[in-house]
Nanobody
């Protein structure tokens, strides 16, 4: 079973950039669909972005398109989320997730994903 660990969170000024990393251990990510979710204070956890394990197809939550980029490096067993033009409303705990098997479940649904990291805090200040 794969295990995930996020890193790269921290405090950043509005308009700034930050790159999050999700390192996997225990198994290769090659055949996994990978995703990022976030949960702001007092809010539900929502889908941010995902990338497939074959054709590297990406999907994004509408408000982050053009600002966030998801990528993966299977040789390093790591997935990334590059965040730019950050706003205070991007403040949240960001979670990495992996889906190893086929599902008849939408890619943006939490139920699609089998393994989750503990999360990393991103705080955007004005």
């Amino acid at each position: 079973q794969v295990q995930l660990a996020e890193s790269g969170g921290g405090l950043v000024q509005a308009g700034g950039s930050l790159r999050l990393s999700c390192a996997a251990s225990g198994s290769s990510l090659k055949n996994y669909r990978m995703a990022w979710f976030r949960q702001a204070p007092g809010e539900e956890r929502i889908f941010i972005a995902s990338i497939t394990g074959n054709r590297l197809t990406t999907d994004y939550f509408g408000p982050v398109k053009g600002r966030f980029t998801i990528s993966r490096d299977d040789a390093k067993n790591t997935v990334y989320l590059q965040m730019s033009s950050l706003h205070t409303y991007d403040t949240a705990v960001y979670y990495c997730a992996a889906s190893a098997q086929w599902h008849n479940i939408p890619y943006a649904s939490e139920a699609r994903y089998d393994v989750w990291g503990q999360g990393t805090q991103v705080t955007v200040s004005s």
